[in-house]
Each structure stands twice: as structure tokens, then as C-alpha cells.
T-cell receptor, first 113, second 115 residues
Framework: LAKTTQPISMDSYEGQEVNITCSHN???????ITWYQQFPSQGPRFIIQ???TKVTNEVASLFIPADRKSSTLSLPRVSLSDTAVYYC??????????????FGQGTTLQVKP | DAGVTQSPTHLIKTRGQQVTLRCSPI?????VSWYQQVLGQGPQFIFQ???????GRGNFPDRFSARQFPNYSSELNVNALLLGDSALYLC??????????????FGPGTRLTVL
């Protein structure tokens, strides 16, 4: 499973766009990139997943360059409720007998008023 | 559809005791994984079960065991509890097979406190 590196913490203000970048230099061909959000004392919540180029859903966008060695989670117009820890994970999710996720320390995003 | 459910939500035990935590996956999900999250750290993988068989095990002692039932629900057992076992225990399920490109879905966790 590919190791990921992301900033420990980030600060932002309400209404701003936040971009969190994750490095995964050893990503394998079958690996997907997945981002989770976690609030205190709750389980992580799936945000977005992608393999290449750009993926967008109702809460975020995920940008993946052609070499796939990094990815950027983009949160548009953050609010105070987006204050949370964000985890970037890389792994093969297409096989029935793999399901191990390796979480790093994540990025603690603090949104200020 | 209901999400992943876990019980109990909170639990207090003393050192040396045994504990059983329960998890019900999302309907249609056959894979269940367990994670331990100590305060201030990311979740650490303990076990993964798929089709009632253990498919992965993290770096945890034999005091930790788990099983998956025919209805795909799962139990995590921890024997001879230590103070260091105090943590949030998370269960996650995911769909497998065709279309299984979505991530894992986590339950709210069980907060275990060992005194």
C-alpha cells in the first residue's frame, strides 16, 4: 500500500476555497485515491475517490495529475462546519479480499470566522 | 438505507476484563473491517473480514480476535484488557465486486475506556 504525505494542519477562513495536497510517490497501477473527513468522536466519512484527472461531487473536487504521484482535495467556500481532520488514502479498492486502509495523521483543517 | 451501526456506543471496563464490540454493515456489503483509533492519531487497521473469512490482520496482539456471521455482521473481541486499549473502535463496511469503487463506510464507533 502506498504511503501518503500531507500537511499536518491548515487554517482557512469562511468562504475561502481550501486545497489540501497529498503526495503518494509509490502509487500502484491499481490504486485509487480516497479522501475521508473525520469530526471528533465520529467515524471517518467518505468524501471523494478518484483514479485520474478530475472528479467532482457535491462536496469536493479531486484533482489528480497524469503521473498520479500526488492529488489535491479542493473544498469550495468552506464554512465553520468543515473544521475537521482530512485523510488521504491510497489503495486498491476493487478486489474483494483487500480492504485494509492505512491512515496517516491526516490534515487538521481549522476554519475561522 | 441505514449506515453502518455499532454497539455499544460507550463502554467502561477494568484492566483484565474482556469486551465484545458489535457491528452491522450496510445492507449488501460483505466486507467488514475493524480499526482502532487512539486519541490524536489516525485509525489503525485491526482486521478485515470478507465472506466470513479473515482476509487481513494488522499488527495487534492475539488478545484481539474477530468473526463475521452469515448475515455479514461482525464482532470484535478483546481479552485481558490493558489501559492502552482505551480507544475509539471503528467498524467499516464496503461493497465488493462489480462497481466496488466507492470507499469504505464507517460506523460511529464504540468508545472503550479501560480503567
Amino acid at each position: 500500500l502506498a504511503k501518503t504525505t500531507q500537511p499536518i494542519s491548515m487554517d482557512s477562513y469562511e468562504g475561502q476555497e481550501v486545497n489540501i495536497t497529498c503526495s503518494h510517490n509509490n502509487i500502484a497501477t491499481n490504486d485509487y485515491i480516497t479522501w475521508y473527513q473525520q469530526f471528533p468522536s465520529q467515524g471517518p466519512r467518505f468524501i471523494i475517490q478518484g483514479y485520474k484527472t478530475k472528479v467532482t461531487n457535491e462536496v469536493a473536487s479531486l484533482f489528480i495529475p497524469a503521473d498520479r504521484k500526488s492529488s489535491t482535495l479542493s473544498l469550495p467556500r468552506v464554512s465553520l462546519s468543515d473544521t475537521a481532520v482530512y485523510y488521504c488514502l491510497v489503495g486498491d479498492v476493487g478486489s474483494g479480499n483487500t480492504g485494509k486502509l492505512i491512515f496517516g495523521q491526516g490534515t487538521t483543517l481549522q476554519v475561522k470566522p | 438505507d441505514a449506515g453502518v451501526t455499532q454497539s455499544p456506543t460507550h463502554l467502561i471496563k477494568t484492566r483484565g476484563q474482556q469486551v465484545t464490540l458489535r457491528c452491522s454493515p450496510i445492507s449488501g456489503h460483505k466486507s467488514v473491517s475493524w480499526y482502532q483509533q487512539v486519541l490524536g492519531q489516525g485509525p489503525q487497521f485491526i482486521f478485515q473480514y470478507y465472506e466470513k473469512e479473515e482476509r487481513g490482520r494488522g499488527n495487534f496482539p492475539d488478545r484481539f480476535s474477530a468473526r463475521q456471521f452469515p448475515n455479514y455482521s461482525s464482532e470484535l473481541n478483546v481479552n485481558a484488557l490493558l489501559l492502552g486499549d482505551s480507544a475509539l473502535y471503528l467498524c467499516a463496511s464496503r461493497k465488493t465486486g462489480t462497481g466496488a469503487t466507492m470507499g469504505q463506510f464507517f460506523g460511529p464507533g464504540t468508545r472503550l475506556t479501560v480503567l
